[in-house]
């Protein structure tokens, strides 16, 4: 209590100082002004005691009856030696804050220092609090669309946090943490969020990047704090997205992300799984994690997230669907199949482009041009049409039809569903865009026919132009094959010498041979491909399928 009065008392000391210094500035701000004529005037007929001089826009005064006054500062170089050969008390003075500006700089460090006692050597402690959203969802299961393993998994969960002593009474222990892991954009926080609201429970959400500060010591604190908080609500649902900021694989330093980690590690040790909090994690990088962290008793329940089969693309278009106004022709089986590879944020973003262009037109439903657009804008960007010379459509319509043509004939499972020649905003000349089943694992033949797919612009511009004049059109496509390439020969071993750099250029000639023929024997089935581009620039799957197999 003492030492809380003598702050106390030490703090309104310092107010009183202000108070006094603002009076003095103001007091000096009532000199009286007189001009720069008038004031040598003065000065000659001795009505002037003594003179401030300074670099700032007015010299102060003091009159030989005590009044202050101001005038213009001249800036000259002789003004000192001509006061003080008038005999006047010349002072000078460097530009300096005035009283209420150091007044206020002097509060402002006491109120710092007694906020710093009880808190720290430097008061770190007022940077700690977090605000983590405590509210209960208000969405549940029934608003996302996982794989049926990951919803067993989460319901699982559910269970846990509503009665835990079902689990008790088999002697099972509660999962403490739980680590969701898979590409970006699948549906993380999204799911951690239904977690809570399925099961009535407060959630407590925030970013790994919120625990990082460049004070040392903050992160830990809150930590600590937004276990208290979950305390106090009587459990939830503790959600850290991006644990990878906080948790990556440590390195023996010192530092505050470790700390931080060190923190996480000790609160996760000490609550039980009865006391109705579970810790969830999402992150793109599970090998990056620290090992402690996904030792029992901490993150030891992992559940992966992976891109959406066909299946469950279907439920994300249905959920996104609800709220929009369908056309009765849009067809989401037919969009689920087409949007292979698509995370769940994708969908949403596809159909949230198709209202914006149905909105636009004021058309009053979604279309299934609107779908068609949208699908075109999220995959390749927006159409930026009349931005080729004629010979370039050319060369890009040969280009196109090469990788359908392809495709046609390495990939027969494959849909190609679209063939454009017009440029879009992520810099395409053109495109093809086919649409491959779902597929768990490839066979060496299905690989090396991916590489005859990316190959096919390549080698239709050399049947058309010669080895000396192809252009860099085909810069992605080489990329793509090459790494297809690399793959198979360092990473699945398909190689016949076993020397990865020997086998990546075998695998690659030897699909570039099988290209090259391949376009040769199907020639006029490319001329045509490639004139029917010209003339509509834009092809979709019926028109496509009918020049293929004609």
């Known amino acids: 209590m003492q030492g809380k009065r003598g702050w106390g008392l030490m703090v309104f000391a310092m107010i009183g100082v202000v108070l006094i210094l603002c009076l003095m500035d103001g007091a000096g701000r009532q000199a009286v002004p007189i001009s720069?004529?008038?004031?040598?005037?003065?000065?000659?007929?001795?009505?002037?005691?003594?003179?401030?001089?300074?670099?700032?826009?007015?010299?102060q005064a003091v009159l030989q009856d005590g009044t202050q006054a101001v005038t213009p500062n001249p800036r000259s170089a002789d003004g000192k030696e001509r006061l003080l050969a008038l005999d006047i008390d010349v002072k000078e003075q460097e530009n300096a804050l005035?009283?209420?500006?150091?007044?206020?700089?002097?509060?402002?460090?006491?109120?710092?220092?007694?906020?710093?006692?009880?808190?720290?050597?430097?008061?770190?402690?007022?940077?700690?609090?977090?605000?983590?959203?405590?509210?209960i969802p208000d969405i549940g299961f029934d608003d996302v669309a996982v794989s049926d393993d990951t919803m067993r998994n989460m319901r699982d969960l559910v269970s846990f946090l509503q009665k835990p002593e079902t689990y008790k009474r088999?002697?099972?222990?509660?999962?403490?943490?739980?680590?969701?892991?898979g590409p970006p954009g699948t549906g993380k926080t999204l799911l951690a969020k239904a977690l809570a609201g399925e099961a009535k429970r407060a959630f407590f959400a925030m970013s790994g990047a919120d625990f990082v500060?460049?004070?040392?010591?903050?992160?830990?604190?809150?930590?600590?704090?937004?276990?208290?908080?979950?305390?106090?609500?009587?459990?939830?649902?503790?959600?850290?997205?991006?644990?990878?900021?906080?948790?990556?694989?440590?390195?023996?330093?010192n530092d505050e992300r470790e700390q931080t980690l060190n923190a996480l590690l000790t609160e996760m040790s000490g609550f039980s799984g009865g006391d109705g909090i579970i810790v969830l994690a999402a992150t793109n990088r599970l090998d990056t994690i620290d090992p402690a962290l996904l030792r029992e008793g901490r993150f030891d329940r992992r559940i992966e997230i992976g891109l959406p089969d066909y299946e469950e693309r279907l439920k994300i278009l249905r959920v996104h669907a609800r709220n929009k106004p369908m056309s009765e022709n849009v067809s989401l089986e037919n969009l689920a199949h087409q949007t292979a590879l698509f995370s769940g944020a994708q969908l949403e973003t596809l159909l949230n482009e198709a209202a914006i262009r149905?909105?636009?037109?004021?058309?009053?439903?979604?279309?299934?041009?609107?779908?068609?657009?949208?699908?075109?804008?999220?995959?390749?960007g927006e159409a930026r049409p009349g931005n080729m010379s004629e010979s370039e459509k050319h060369i890009t319509a040969y280009h196109e039809a090469g990788h359908a043509l392809m495709t046609h004939c390495m990939q027969p499972d494959a849909r190609i569903t679209r063939l454009t020649i017009i440029p879009s905003s992520r810099g395409?000349?053109?495109?093809?865009?086919?649409?491959?089943?779902?597929?768990?694992?490839?066979?060496?033949?299905q690989l090396t026919a991916m590489i005859c797919a990316a190959l096919?612009?390549?080698?239709?511009?050399?049947?058309?132009?010669?080895?000396?004049n192809v252009t860099t059109g085909a810069a992605s496509d080489l990329k793509k094959a090459r790494e297809i390439a690399a793959a198979m020969a360092s990473e699945f071993a398909m190689g016949e010498t076993g020397d990865a750099a020997k086998d990546q250029q075998q695998i690659f000639q030897s699909a570039f041979d099988c290209t090259r023929a391949c376009l040769r024997d199907n020639r006029e089935r490319l001329d045509r491909l490639a004139q029917a581009l010209m003339e509509k620039e834009t092809l979709l799957e019926q028109e496509i399928d009918q020049i293929l197999t004609s």
Not at 116 to 124: I, N, T
Not at 170 to 181: F, H, I, N, Q
Not at 428 to 445: E, I, N
Not at 456 to 468: S, T
Request: proline content about 3%; glycine content about 14%; charged content about 25%.
């Open 428 to 445: 395409a000349a053109g495109y093809a865009m086919s649409v491959q089943p779902d597929r768990l694992l490839h066979t060496k033949s």
């Open 36 to 59: 720069y004529g008038d004031f040598w005037q003065m000065a000659e007929d001795g009505q002037i005691e003594s003179v401030i001089l300074g670099n700032g826009d007015t010299w």
């Open 170 to 181: 088999y002697g099972a222990r509660c999962p403490k943490g739980v680590l969701l892991y």
């Open 358 to 380: 149905a909105a636009r037109r004021e058309a009053g439903r979604i279309g299934p041009e609107d779908i068609d657009e949208a699908f075109c804008a999220v995959t390749v």
């Open 213 to 253: 500060q460049v004070y040392v010591g903050v992160g830990a604190s809150r930590v600590r704090e937004v276990f208290k908080k979950a305390r106090a609500a009587g459990g939830g649902v503790i959600f850290i997205d991006e644990i990878d900021a906080i948790g990556k694989k440590r390195d023996n330093g």
């Open 98 to 135: 005035p009283p209420l500006a150091l007044g206020l700089i002097a509060l402002g460090a006491v109120a710092l220092l007694s906020r710093s006692r009880g808190k720290g050597a430097l008061g770190l402690q007022a940077y700690a609090s977090i605000h983590a959203d405590e509210r």
């Open 456 to 468: 096919g612009g390549r080698a239709a511009e050399e049947m058309l132009l010669g080895q000396e």
